[in-house]
């Protein structure tokens, strides 16, 4: 998880509790409305709760494309989308700020990992074949340690940092929404007492936005339990494209840990902007 931004809460489901994580939840979400269930449950049921909230500022900033569109394919669909990144002898300005993790020429898989101020990162991933978010973090992590220990060749298809007539194009997000579990989290449960539980309710609500200035991620995780039973260019530089115009991950990432603290599977459009033409 990342150093701040993020708190999770737990205990009995009183009136009195709720208040007081709302009240905290307020605060560091900066105002707006209570973010979780306001109301108390049934006597001996537990909340747990989770907030996350990240503004990721990128150590430079990138540009947005004003005069064409990105063409983003999904299956046999295409749209043009807004996009930001940086292209030609620009792209060279970059290298300390974007890690080519993976490219190879002629492959479809590539991944690009983007330093944002502090130690955390942004992390895009377009793997070769459908793969779970498990397997995926894996990868990315691999591919992670990888990069530390190889020093590539400058300019080449194996240079370690983006570089001059490098291609990078990827599309402007804003995702929200909100998922319910309790269906998939149905049953009893039992943590070393007498008494199972099973789960009431479970609830989850997302934003993630990403353009040429950086990334911004909510999450609220609401669930409670009840007692069971109740209710620089130069020629010789290769120009790569790493270009995410099919479905990709988008890790966030602190630096020097195993898994991201916050994972999007962009499998289609949702999200993005159609392009004015």
């Excluded at 099973?198 to 200035?213: I, P």
């Excluded at 991950?249 to 499998?267: E, K, M, N």
């Amino acid at each position: 998880m990342p150093q701040e931004g993020w708190k999770t809460w737990a205990g009995e489901a009183t009136q009195e509790f709720l208040d007081l994580v709302n009240g905290e939840a307020v605060e560091m979400l900066g105002g707006g409305d209570a973010p979780f269930a306001t109301h108390a449950q049934p006597s001996g049921s537990v909340a747990f709760l989770s907030l996350l909230t990240r503004d990721l500022t990128f150590r430079k900033k990138f540009h947005r494309a004003t005069t064409q569109g990105l063409d983003f394919q999904f299956g046999e669909d295409s749209r043009k989308v807004e996009f930001w990144g940086i292209t030609g002898s620009g792209s060279g300005h970059y290298g300390s700020f974007v890690r080519v993790l993976w490219w190879e020429a002629g492959k479809r898989s590539k991944a690009v990992e983007i330093l944002a101020e502090g130690d955390d990162r942004v992390i895009l991933f377009e793997p070769a074949k459908a793969m779970n978010f498990t397997d995926a973090c894996k990868q990315v992590r691999d591919l992670k340690e990888r990069w530390t220990m190889r020093s590539g060749e400058w300019g080449g298809a194996n240079d370690k940092s983006l570089h001059a007539m490098d291609n990078l194009r990827i599309p402007a997000l804003v995702l929200e929404g909100d998922a319910e579990f309790s269906e998939r989290l149905s049953g009893a449960l039992t943590f070393g007492g007498p008494q199972p539980f099973r789960v009431a309710y479970a609830k989850q609500k997302h934003l993630l936005k990403l353009d040429e200035r950086g990334a911004q991620v909510k999450v609220v995780v609401d669930a409670g339990l009840e007692p069971f039973g109740e209710a620089p260019p130069a020629p010789q530089m290769l120009s790569r494209d790493l270009i995410f115009d099919r479905p990709f991950f988008v890790f966030l990432w602190r630096d020097g840990t195993d898994w991201p603290y916050f994972s999007a599977w962009i499998g289609d459009f949702a999200g993005m902007t159609e392009f004015a033409k």
